[in-house]
């Protein structure tokens, strides 16, 4: 089974410029993430989506990052326009719920590799 | 909200050797998960454990165990017989239960185990 794809692995950009990343989740999950992890910290979720619809954006900056997932599958995450703070690695996750015995679901999150981007 | 710590930024183990690293959390939830997940240098992030709350029994996955005590909101992992490729940043993390619906998870600062040689 193949993982979670992203794109670009490394990306370094000027202040004010604008970048785009590329999620393409594990076939059939349903449910995909965007982390922010900041050097030295850990993970915090920017928006999830369940299907195409947004389930969650609260801690997404929306007056500069912007993210879609037409069709409930691949996703883009977009900064426009890049602040220095911005510097972080971007990881996308996906799932799917799966049933525990006793009917507790457990959503199971597998991670890709993660997209490096440095402001300049 | 819920929050996660942990407390012990860098650790390091000989070869062969036991470590724990520690977790505690806070919420006021009485059903949730907590999971532990490993970051190599490469920086995929790979699920290495997780407890269901509602379970009294630790969760236990090969070499990997953790010591989950609710009343106390603690989470430890222990990692027996430490192998080079445990050699990773390690982050604990909690999900509130949604009855089947996927959720957030929330993360740890992360713990940077090295295992020596």
């Known amino acids: 089974e193949a993982g979670v794809a992203q794109s670009p692995r490394y990306k370094i950009i000027e202040k004010r410029q604008s970048v785009a990343f590329w999620c393409n989740p594990i076939?059939?999950?349903?449910?995909l993430y965007w982390y922010q992890q900041i050097l030295g910290q850990g993970p915090k979720l920017l928006i999830q989506?369940?299907?195409?619809?947004?389930?969650?954006d609260s801690q997404l900056p929306k007056d500069r990052f912007s993210a879609e997932r037409l069709k409930g599958v691949d996703s883009t995450l977009k900064i426009q326009p890049a602040k220095l703070e911005d510097s972080a690695v971007y990881l996308c996750?996906?799932?799917?719920?799966?049933?525990?015995?006793?009917?507790?679901?457990?959503?199971?999150?597998?991670f890709g590799p993660g997209t490096r981007l440095t402001v300049l | 909200a819920q929050t996660v710590t942990q407390s012990q930024p860098e650790m390091s183990v000989q070869e062969a050797e036991t470590v724990t690293l520690s977790c505690t959390y806070d919420?006021?939830?009485?059903?949730?998960?907590l999971f532990w997940y490993k970051q190599p240098p490469s920086r995929q992030m790979i699920l290495v454990i997780r407890?269901?709350?509602?379970?009294?029994q630790n969760a236990t996955e090969n070499r990997f165990s953790v010591n989950f005590q609710k009343a106390a909101k603690s989470f430890s992992l222990k990692i027996s017989d430490s192998q080079l490729g445990d050699t990773a940043m390690y982050f604990c993390?909690?999900?509130?239960?949604?009855?089947?619906?996927?959720?957030?998870?929330?993360f740890g600062t992360g713990t940077l185990l090295a295992v020596q040689p």
């Open positions: 996750a996906s799932s799917s719920v799966g049933v525990l015995a006793g009917g507790q679901g457990i959503d199971t999150q597998y």
């Open positions: 919420t006021s939830e009485n059903n949730y998960y």
């Open positions: 407890q269901e709350a509602y379970k009294q």
């Open positions: 076939s059939g999950h349903a449910t």
């Open positions: 989506f369940q299907n195409n619809g947004v389930v969650d």
């Open positions: 993390a909690f999900m509130k239960h949604l009855g089947g619906a996927t959720n957030k998870l929330i």
